[in-house]
């Protein structure tokens, strides 16, 4: 009996000893959630999780690779990753790898890139995967969730049609998808999941997870064959789910010119694109056809994005000074340029940037707002899926805001010499002084 209560005493103590071990290192990571509260809004992110940085990148690895979970336990799918609320007017419209530093792009000059660069996808130069046959059922292939409206769709489609591009593996979309984004472009050509020949036994991935898979398969299989620039064997030997909203904005910008000629507005909604532009551009005396002046295109995302960039971000809503700074960077580089806005809030674009130069359209569908920036020579840029999406798929330079705020990490990787960085308010500068457009 003596012997059965020291037992269960130290049962007792050592649990206490375990919860106050848990409250010990939770601590750090909760205390700097208090001390951003308290602090004014230019170092509310730089102090985050500052008195414990290791764990906190621990974590955050850890986090990155599990497919998340419900309060049941059950793998969440379309809804898993909060999908950014893509369509305004709806406009509404990384384990850390072994990889030599000669496959990591370098870090460019001037900007606030990443603070890891290994949260950047690389890529191999030179590489060729030879494509696994499309028809052969047997092979594992990569499934791509459908979450999200028009932006976050193209977004996915293109993330995974990459996929297929570089790493040769048999990928599918959901007929959701097929049937949204038929709607809308032309040549949606990826099979989809649906129509057989795909099994549903899949592992739940994040995309970037699955790149980086794909990625060490392909670095792996090089080593093994005699022609390092040909792959012969095939990467997977399962199948997967990509159950988030894939965007990233580096490889999509890498990969421009091939998306935009794979992801085309068919031609009904391009004729209602240059209506709306021709209309636009009347008082000039011009049309998008007939007209000695280049067209800027400007997304300016505000009504239901202002609360989500506040939850996710910790990012205020942006203001007229991030887009006359925009407006003057391509005023000294173009000559009589015509900036043409659309927005979800029309009246606030009224008020705050309309000027003899800013003509703020009226807006139309999602699609047909989204054709009509990238109809744009060059863009300005919001936060969100929508905005950037519009502006990959049109040609010329695109701006992008950027301030103190280290939450907000989606562009860091991008490192394309078409895509500049716009202070976002008085105290954060960026010197684009030697940016010129070619």
Request: hydrophobic share 35%; glycine share 4%.
């Amino acid at each position: 009996m003596k012997a059965f209560r020291l037992s269960r005493l130290s049962t007792i103590l050592s649990g206490s000893v375990f919860i106050l071990i848990m409250l010990y290192v939770s601590y750090p990571i909760s205390r700097p959630q208090l001390l951003q509260q308290e602090s004014d809004n230019t170092k509310k992110d730089d102090q985050l999780h500052e008195d414990n940085p290791k764990l906190k990148n621990i974590l955050d690895t850890i986090k990155r690779y599990l497919p998340e979970q419900s309060s049941s336990g059950k793998i969440l799918h379309d809804n898993s990753s909060e999908a950014d609320p893509d369509d305004v007017h709806d406009l509404r419209p990384d384990d850390i790898f072994d990889l030599s530093p000669a496959d990591w792009r370098p870090t460019p000059p001037m900007i606030p890139v990443a603070t890891n660069t290994e949260e950047c996808l690389p890529q191999m130069k030179d590489l060729r995967v030879q494509p696994v046959n499309e028809q052969d059922c047997d092979q594992p292939y990569v499934l791509m969730n459908h979450g999200g409206r028009l932006g976050n769709k193209l977004c996915q489609y293109a993330s995974v049609y990459l996929l297929r591009h570089l790493y040769g593996v048999r990928v599918a979309i959901r007929k959701s998808m097929q049937n949204n984004l038929q709607g809308v472009m032309k040549d949606i050509s990826l099979p989809t999941h649906e129509a057989g020949c795909f099994p549903s036994n899949t592992t739940n991935l994040r995309y970037d997870a699955m790149y980086m898979k794909l990625y060490t398969a392909a670095k792996e299989a090089r080593l093994g064959t005699t022609n390092k620039n040909l792959i012969t064997t095939p990467l997977l030997n399962q199948s997967y789910y990509v159950f988030n909203n894939p965007g990233p904005r580096a490889l999509l910008m890498d990969h421009r010119d091939l998306l935009r000629s794979i992801l085309r507005f068919k031609d009904e909604i391009i004729s209602k694109a240059i209506g709306n532009i021709d209309k636009a551009i009347k008082p000039y005396n011009a049309t998008y056809y007939r007209r000695d002046f280049p067209i800027v295109t400007v997304h300016v995302r505000r009504s239901d994005y202002t609360g989500y960039i506040r939850r996710k971000y910790n990012l205020t809503q942006l203001d007229e000074v991030y887009f006359k700074r925009a407006f003057d960077f391509y005023k000294e580089r173009l000559k009589g340029p015509v900036f043409l806005v659309l927005s979800d809030d029309l009246a606030w674009c009224r008020k705050n940037l309309a000027t003899k130069d800013v003509v703020v359209m009226d807006g139309a569908t999602a699609a047909v707002d989204m054709a009509t920036v990238s109809l744009g020579d060059h863009h300005v840029t919001s936060y969100g899926t929508y905005s950037f999406t519009a502006a990959l798929l049109g040609p010329g330079h695109i701006t992008h805001p950027i301030d103190h705020n280290r939450r907000y990490k989606v562009v860091d990787c991008v490192q394309s010499s078409y895509f500049h960085f716009i202070s976002r308010d008085k105290t954060y500068e960026i010197d684009n002084s030697r940016v010129k457009l070619v």
